[in-house]
């Protein structure tokens, strides 16, 4: 995140999500008791999709791919959105290349 220009204290509040969580789990009306979990996002958690879009887009900059201009100005254009990466070129050898 770090990496990106996410904020320090932004980070520190993500990772305050995810550190020391207790997860518990209910079989109809029986409470389990509850077992931690050191780093990991919640199922469902509406930040995973974000987390994985910041990692996505530090791997995009480490493959200084251009992504700013349209595929009309360049020979391969790269767009990916959570778990979608499209990789679009104007030659079937211009799509290998990336």
Same mark, same amino acid.
């Given at each position: $995140?770090? *990496?990106?220009?996410? @904020?320090?204290?932004?980070?520190? #509040?993500?990772?305050? !999500? $995810?550190?020391?969580?207790?997860? +518990?789990?209910?079989? %109809?009306?029986? /409470?389990?008791?509850? +077992?931690?979990?050191?780093?990991? #996002?919640?199922? %469902?958690?509406?930040?995973? @999709? ?6 996505? %887009? +530090? ?9 700013? @201009? !349209?595929?009309? *100005? ?13 990789? /679009? ?10």
């Amino acid at each position: $995140m770090t *990496h990106v220009g996410i @904020p320090n204290k932004l980070i520190r #509040l993500t990772k305050a !999500t $995810m550190e020391n969580s207790t997860y +518990y789990v209910k079989i %109809e009306t029986i /409470m389990a008791d509850g +077992y931690k979990v050191g780093n990991a #996002l919640k199922q %469902e958690d509406g930040l995973a @999709p974000n987390l994985f879009n910041i990692a996505l %887009e +530090y791997v995009i900059r480490q493959l200084s791919v251009q992504t700013k @201009p !349209t595929i009309f *100005h360049k020979s391969v254009q790269l767009i990916g959105y959570a778990d979608d990466i499209n990789i /679009m070129g104007r030659t079937r050898r211009a799509r290998s290349d990336v």
